[in-house]
Every structure is written in structure tokens, then in C-alpha cells.
């Protein structure tokens, strides 16, 4: 069964810096095509945040968290991360860890991160 799990979320203060992980479990990480961060907040529609191809490692960004977010992965760990800098509250959200492979798409349950002085 796969699994994914998402840790590093929580409180910061504006222009602090988070690093969101999402650990894989089930599934063969090398198989993986696609890996992405959502994000939903309050009121909103869930929207694209960042995304990596695993053959090319061609990364595409949503406008809004362009030179402040990163995308990386560790092949060893099977973990996916999104490194997090000078957050706005703007960013509030439920962010969420997505994964496809073989024409399904995965989800992980989330994690929250709130943006608050």
C-alpha cells in the first residue's frame, strides 16, 4: 500500500523559513514520474505549489512562491521536500504531498503551516 507522509509544518513567523518533508513508503521512489506540493488554504481552491519530474529533475514553480520555495528529493530517504523561506501569511495552508506514477496519483493527509506574527 502506498504511502505518504508529510511532517515539518507549524507555526512561523513572517520571513521565517520552513522545510516540509514527504517520506514514501510502498512504493518504489525510482518509479515515481512526477512529485508535487499542493496547497489549500482557507476559502481557496487547492493549487499547485511546486513540481519535479523525476527523469529530468525539471522543476516548475507556482508565480507566487517563485524564489522562495525549493523542491528536492532524497532517493535514499524516499522523501520529497519543500524548503520554505521569507513565508508570508499569505502562505497559510494545508500543504499536501502528491505523487504519480503509472497513470495513479497519490496523496499524502497533509500538514498545516500557518504564517502569523
Known amino acids: 500500500q502506498v504511502q505518504l507522509v508529510e511532517s515539518g509544518g507549524g507555526l512561523v513567523q513572517p520571513g521565517g523559513s520552513l522545510r516540509l518533508s514527504c517520506a514514501a513508503s510502498?512504493?518504489?521512489?525510482?518509479?515515481?514520474?512526477?512529485m508535487s506540493w499542493y496547497r489549500r488554504a482557507p476559502g481557496k481552491e487547492r493549487e499547485l505549489v511546486a513540481s519535479m519530474t523525476s527523469a529530468g529533475g525539471n522543476t516548475n514553480f507556482a508565480d507566487s512562491v517563485k524564489g522562495r520555495f525549493t523542491i528536492s528529493r532524497d532517493n535514499v530517504k524516499s522523501t520529497v521536500y519543500l524548503q520554505m523561506n521569507n513565508l508570508k501569511p499569505e502562505d497559510t495552508a494545508v500543504y499536501y504531498c502528491?505523487?504519480?506514477?503509472w497513470g495513479i496519483g497519490y496523496w499524502g493527509q497533509g500538514t498545516q503551516v500557518t504564517v502569523s506574527s
Open positions: 502528491y505523487v504519480f506514477r
Open positions: 510502498g512504493i518504489s521512489f525510482s518509479s515515481i514520474s512526477v
